[in-house]
């Protein structure tokens, strides 16, 4: 009996033991499985995030910025969208699902390619913001080496500006009439208005129809608006930090343009040109308008062509002018130079040989031209801006040799927010109108000149 007794007090040891060594194998594997768990928690949530998509300079671009900005473009993109349907839509509409149909087809005709960004072009939308970023750090690095800042009130003044207020006054005073200003006159043709009778009788002189202005807001409503865009953003779930952030690139980059042309002691003023041109397609409708020119002179027959309908003309002619223009304008308006070198090396009012040269969608045409005036002028906003623009672009080229780029963000591109399934239903084309539904404008981050008009035109 006491043998057996020793035999099953060994046998219980035995098993306790085992017993122990189970609970302790499997604590371990429990606790290695909760520290894989929370080591990859700690990477995936604190670690990665911060980890550097980009070195600029030695500034650390993070994964985290990189993602909350991409998040906040589609954000953006999204209720620029959304404003687009509801303006298409309009209000209280007798229909309001075919409403939604035909203004889904309009921004699917005019957007598209915002919403293939949206579905499916989100490495695309990555890669530009992280471009975007790179050059935003590269300008900032630069004014901060110039001393340039932006202050808060600064910031706060453009924002205002984008959405027609002006704490400070409107940049420009609005013109007064001068009731003893002469008329000053001209070849070209301009806009008039119905002409009206005086109270003697007579007919009252036309007058050129005013160009629109903007309509300028008070603060109240300068704040609802911005309070209901920055509603609508974090509404999808965008971080609106990101909406002040832009605003100071975008005068910051402002700062630094100036900076940089004035360093390079580029000229604020060039070489202006004013010219006619008669524009044809074929040998002999160029033909007929030289002859027509030596029986008469070239201003007679360029106001023939302009004033004419296509139908009444002899010749199947353009008559246009460009007044006080630089050299690049002149090249910007046709596939080569031929028409600059005239315009700059031709006396005044004698006209050019035939000139073959091409529009800027390569169309062939023969041009005849005479310079109407030349003399050095300041350079206009545009052209002013345009070189900026290439000077700034050529600066931060060669800064990009100092960035350090990572591909690791290429597996992390956020897709959210994400667009409504709405927008990239299939829908009926819409009726084709002669006149185009507005478009709304997006968030004016970055200011952008406008082009002038081409001679196509």
Do not use: C
Not at 172 to 185: G, K, R, Y
């Amino acid at each position: 009996e006491a043998v057996r007794e020793r035999r099953e007090a060994r046998l219980r040891a035995r098993h306790d033991a085992e017993e122990r060594r189970v609970r302790l194998i499997a604590l371990g594997i429990i606790g290695a499985i909760v520290a894989i768990l929370l080591i990859g928690l700690i990477v995936e949530f604190v670690v990665t995030p911060r980890q550097a998509i980009a070195e600029v300079n030695g500034e650390s671009i993070t994964l985290a910025d990189w993602q909350s900005q991409v998040e906040y473009q589609r954000g953006q993109l999204i209720v620029g969208l959304n404003d687009q349907l509801q303006s298409f839509i309009g209000e209280d509409p007798e229909d309001p699902v075919a409403a939604e149909q035909q203004a889904i087809g309009f921004i699917q005709q005019f957007s598209g390619q915002q919403i293939g960004l949206l579905v499916q072009g989100h490495e695309q939308l990555g890669e530009f913001v992280l471009e975007d970023m790179i050059d935003s750090t590269l300008i900032r690095q630069g004014a901060a080496e110039r001393g340039l800042t932006v202050s808060d009130a600064e910031v706060d003044n453009f924002l205002g500006e984008q959405f027609g207020y002006y704490a400070e006054g409107t940049p420009t005073p609005f013109p007064e009439d001068d009731p003893d200003a002469d008329a000053t006159p001209t070849v070209t043709p301009i806009a008039f208005e119905a002409e009206e009778e005086t109270d003697d009788g007579a007919e009252a002189v036309p007058t050129a129809v005013p160009q629109p202005t903007a309509t300028l807001v008070t603060a109240a409503s300068f704040e609802e608006q911005l309070g209901e865009r920055l509603d609508s953003l974090e509404a999808i779930g965008a971080d609106t930090v990101w909406y002040r952030h832009f605003a100071t690139n975008a005068l910051y980059r402002e700062k630094l343009l100036e900076a940089l042309y004035t360093e390079a002691a580029l000229p604020t003023e060039d070489e202006h040109v004013s010219i006619r041109l008669l524009i044809a397609s074929s040998g002999e409708d160029i033909g007929r308008l030289e002859a027509a020119i030596e029986t008469s002179d070239f201003l007679t027959v360029w106001n023939s062509v302009r004033s004419l309908a296509p139908e009444e003309q002899l010749v199947q002619a353009q008559a246009t002018e460009l007044l006080w223009q630089t050299r690049d304008i002149f090249t910007q308006q046709f596939a080569d130079d031929v028409i600059a070198e005239a315009a700059f090396n031709l006396p005044i009012g004698e006209v050019s040989d035939v000139l073959v040269t091409a529009r800027t969608d390569g169309t062939p045409v023969l041009v005849l031209l005479e310079v109407t005036g030349r003399e050095v002028r300041p350079l206009g906003e545009f052209v002013l801006a345009q070189r900026q623009n290439e000077l700034l672009e050529d600066w931060l080229r060669g800064q990009r040799n100092n960035v350090t780029r990572r591909e690791t963000w290429r597996t992390r591109v956020p897709r959210t927010p994400a667009l409504d399934a709405k927008f990239t239903q299939a829908v009926a084309p819409p009726i084709q109108q002669q006149q185009q539904p507005p478009s709304l404008p997006v968030e004016p981050v970055e200011i952008e000149e406008v082009a002038p008009p081409s001679i196509d035109e």
